[in-house]
């Protein structure tokens, strides 16, 4: 049985209610809040997946050896939205790794956001893999299995080398058994795993107490990746987006997957959050993240009042008049 996190009213009247579950950890890995069930049921990572999936390329040469920048190493960790920054990344990208946009199994797509997809169309352009939302997971995908001499072919699939290291990876940050794990495909057609909010609230515990990892070379990746995501917040998602909003904190490594799950970890408090709405619904992200932040009296303001100007506890209409709230349950 989930339990309720959220309820929007509208006039007064319940208009949605959304169960779900959070869990809180301390550096030392012990749960210091939680709220529904976060220990045994197993929740896929979606999206909030692409840091420990980025593992892989970068440990390896290839920010040196194709003269990579940071934002074309922050788009192995990204979920793009197809703004003019970020198709000029991925092209120049995709152009200095040297392969072939047909190679990616990624579906064809428009950009995300709303100006750039009119934009788009307007200039009379096509849908491409290149604009797909998870195109810099799969360039990286592709870049690190022709690096290591793997086919590429079928680089997706649950029984390809890359993937099996992958799922390693996770088991290791999580703690969690990769023959308990849920496995299924993302809608970028790679596998997604899935485990316990509370591991996967310990998997992004290890980006800001990598201290906990013993490989001290996988501590300097962790390290990187971090690094790379707080230098490039937009292209990690893209601006007015709540990673966006968390990144720019030089404290907290953040990122969200689809159908309702965030995680976040803060560096100098060593403390990690996984959340899933179980609606599926974004949107209340901001909203709950903030008066999470708020629970456990987060130093920076700035951060907090930004995440209430992405989502208000107030409904406004399209006209901006107030015509219902949303009630936060923690």
């Known amino acids: 049985m989930h339990t309720i996190i959220a309820e929007e009213y509208?006039?007064?009247?319940?208009?949605?209610?959304?169960?779900?579950?959070?869990?809180?950890?301390?550096?030392?890995?012990q749960v210091?809040?939680?709220?529904?069930?976060?220990?045994?049921?197993?929740?896929?990572?979606?999206?909030?997946?692409?840091?420990?999936?980025?593992?892989?390329?970068?440990?390896?040469?290839?920010?040196?050896?194709?003269?990579?920048?940071?934002?074309?190493?922050a788009l192995f960790c990204a979920s793009q939205r197809g703004e003019s920054y970020h198709q000029k990344s991925l092209s120049s990208l995709i152009q200095k790794l040297g392969l072939q946009?047909?190679?990616?199994?990624?579906?064809?797509?428009?950009?995300?956001?709303?100006?750039?997809?009119?934009?788009?169309?307007?200039?009379?352009?096509?849908?491409?893999?290149?604009?797909?939302?998870?195109?810099?997971?799969?360039?990286?995908?592709?870049?690190?299995?022709?690096?290591?001499?793997?086919?590429?072919?079928?680089?997706?699939?649950?029984?390809?080398?890359?993937?099996?290291?992958?799922r390693e990876e996770v088991e290791r940050l999580s703690e969690y058994?990769?023959?308990?794990?849920?496995?299924?495909?993302?809608?970028?057609?790679?596998?997604?795993?899935?485990?316990?909010?509370?591991?996967?609230?310990?998997?992004?515990?290890?980006?800001?107490?990598?201290?906990?990892?013993?490989?001290?070379?996988?501590?300097?990746?962790?390290?990187?990746?971090?690094?790379?995501?707080?230098?490039?917040?937009?292209?990690?998602a893209s601006h007015d987006f709540i990673c966006t909003v968390l990144l720019k904190d030089n404290n907290i490594i953040a990122k969200g997957g689809a159908q309702g799950v965030y995680c976040l970890a803060l560096k100098e408090e060593k403390i990690s959050i996984a959340l899933k709405v179980f609606s599926g619904t974004e949107l209340l992200w901001p909203l709950i993240v903030a008066e999470i932040l708020e629970k456990i009296n987060y130093r920076n303001q700035?951060?907090?009042?930004?995440?209430?100007q992405l989502r208000s506890s107030i409904i406004c209409s399209d006209a901006g008049e107030a015509v219902g709230e949303t009630k936060v349950f923690l």
Not at 51 to 57: E, H, K, R, T
Not at 132 to 144: E, P, Q, V
Request: with cysteine; glycine share 8%.
């Open 101 to 166: 946009e047909e190679s990616l199994i990624c579906g064809k797509s428009y950009p995300l956001n709303e100006q750039p997809k009119i934009d788009y169309i307007c200039a009379g352009k096509k849908k491409r893999k290149l604009m797909h939302n998870c195109s810099g997971k799969h360039l990286g995908f592709l870049a690190y299995a022709r690096e290591k001499g793997l086919k590429t072919d079928d680089y997706g699939e649950v029984g390809h080398p890359l993937q099996e290291r992958i």
């Open 177 to 236: 058994p990769k023959e308990k794990m849920a496995v299924g495909k993302d809608g970028c057609g790679v596998p997604v795993y899935g485990v316990p909010l509370r591991n996967m609230a310990l998997s992004y515990l290890k980006f800001v107490n990598p201290e906990l990892v013993p490989d001290m070379n996988k501590r300097d990746i962790l390290n990187r990746i971090s690094n790379t995501m707080q230098a490039n917040p937009e292209i990690v």
């Open 10 to 29: 509208r006039g007064g009247y319940l208009e949605n209610r959304h169960e779900g579950a959070i869990c809180i950890l301390d550096g030392n890995k």
């Open 32 to 73: 210091i809040y939680s709220k529904g069930e976060t220990e045994n049921t197993p929740v896929f990572y979606r999206s909030a997946m692409k840091p420990i999936q980025a593992i892989p390329v970068f440990d390896t040469d290839i920010e040196r050896k194709y003269n990579l920048t940071s934002d074309e190493m």
């Open 302 to 308: 700035k951060t907090i009042e930004s995440l209430y």
